[in-house]
């Protein structure tokens, strides 16, 4: 079957539409701040601003603080209550490439030593719509991990600009059978085709910033130890963490009770390995200084996860780059690993 299309003036009709069956989630600011929230079921407006989310979408199925039960101590001990299992169907609209992969790089983690019951459920019950980037920032250099801005296989369906619509590529079944149910889709001509495969190329040739993944294995083997190189590149950090927080891959948390008057609930919440405070709760922090934290996170990224599910653990989003109070930036890091030891 030939892919779809959609008039850009229907964009709020089909959400409507989707609306009476999952609870839409689209680009919206929140306090000024570009997030992926509940939309407001009146318009697509966002269509005219939207270019990425300063929070990321991870946020959606692994919140910053998440109650996880509630318990009750009493003489005869604990009892805990359990949360009621997540069936809420999500339907994600205008997720980004980028941001699509970094779902399924976190899935590995969540899937891996056992099987997370608080991010997998919501996961399990989540439709993706992305959309195609036609307005990289400069900071983007996701075309260097291998994502194309206007293409994924990530998601469920995928929407190309092409003009005053939108081509629709049908990436999964389930994606297949939501549009085959919506309004206001018709059939895409070669034409319309053409204009999609000439949209992902521009959108591809405008992400200009590059890294050479190529070489970075070996950099970092023989870089692990080199101190004064750490040290420089830690120099201005303030570990604020923003980095971590902001990054769609990353995944700490932490772990709190809050008990009062024999009633109780644990909650996890975001963690930062660049805090240096990080791991204190159980026992000291490890990385005590803190070129061994920046250390850590280009690593853990670049360096463990590869070697854990074979995959790097970051999508060149650029949002550290773009956040980070000091321009503390991850490409010029990479940049200059010394070839030798
Ligand atoms: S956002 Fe910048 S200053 Fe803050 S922890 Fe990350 S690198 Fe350091
Ligand atoms: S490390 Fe930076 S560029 Fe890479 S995924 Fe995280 S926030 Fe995006």
Known sequence: MANRKINKRDIEKLLSQWGQEFTVLAPSKESGIATMS?????????????????????????????????????????????????????????????????????????????????????????????????????????????????????????????????????????????????????????????????????????VTRKIDTEDIKRKLSSSFDNQDFWEGIAAKCISCGICTFLCPTCYCFDINDELAKGLGARFRSWDSCAFPIYTKMPMENPREEKWRRVRQKVYHKYGFYPMNFGVIACTGCGRCIRQCPVNWDITQTLDRLPAEA
């Not at 970094?102 to 969540?110: N, V, W």
Request: proline share 5%; charged share 30%; net charge negative.
């Open 38 to 206: 509940k939309w407001n079921g009146k318009h697509a407006n966002f269509l005219d601003w939207y270019r990425n989310t300063v929070i990321p979408p991870k946020g959606n199925f692994f919140p910053s603080m998440e109650k996880m039960f509630n318990f009750q101590k009493d003489k005869e001990g604990y009892h805990l209550e359990l949360p009621a299992s997540n069936e809420q169907k999500q339907l994600i609209f205008g997720i980004r490439p980028c941001d699509a992969r970094s779902l399924a790089i976190l899935d590995m983690t969540f899937k891996d030593a056992y099987e997370d019951p608080y991010y997998l459920p919501k996961r399990k019950n989540a439709l993706l719509v992305g959309l195609g980037c036609t307005n990289p920032y400069d900071s983007c250099f996701c075309t260097s991990l291998g994502i194309n801005p206007a293409e994924s296989s990530d998601v469920d369906l995928m929407l190309i600009d092409i003009g005053d619509e939108f081509l629709i590529e049908e990436v999964t079944d389930k994606g297949k059978k939501l549009i085959a149910a919506a309004s206001g889709v018709e059939e895409a001509s070669e034409a319309d085709e053409a204009k999609a495969k000439e949209a992902k190329e521009a959108s591809y040739n405008k």
